[in-house]
Nanobody, 125 residues
Framework: QVQLVESGGGLVQAGGSLSLSCVAS????????MGWFRQPPGKEREFVAAISRSGSTTYYADSVKGRFTISRDNAKNTVYLQMNTLKPEDTAVYYC??????????????????WGQGTQVTVSS
């Protein structure tokens, strides 16, 4: 069992930056691929970024590529999402998730086994 707790959301103007963190419980953090998803108001949850167990491989949705960076620190049981040049369309609840699936950087919701409670990110225009 893994428990995930996100932090770092908030309100920011377009063009600004925010950094999200997700701390995992347990001693097996490095055995999980980690991902960030988001759910805009009235829409389905969508993939944002994923990182492999070692942190050597990352993958991004086209909508955030070049603006967002995912990273992890296995010694601290923490995964991060640095978000730069934010746009109003980035407004959503952001979730971190842990995956035991075979894939190094899963992009599909059903490949993730554990989810955080979410943190709100609001980008004003």
């Amino acid at each position: 069992q893994v428990q995930l707790v996100e932090s770092g959301g908030g309100l920011v103007q377009a063009g600004g930056s925010l950094s999200l963190s997700c701390v995992a419980s347990g001693r097996t953090f490095s055995s999980y691929a980690m991902g960030w998803f988001r759910q805009p108001p009235g829409k389905e949850r969508e993939f944002v970024a994923a990182i492999s167990r070692s942190g050597s491989t990352t993958y991004y949705a086209d909508s955030v590529k070049g603006r967002f960076t995912i990273s992890r620190d296995n010694a601290k049981n923490t995964v991060y999402l640095q978000m730069n040049t934010l746009k109003p369309e980035d407004t959503a609840v952001y979730y971190c998730a842990a995956s035991q699936a075979y894939y190094s950087t899963p992009t599909v919701v059903r490949h993730y086994d554990y989810w955080g409670q979410g943190t709100q990110v609001t980008v004003s225009s």
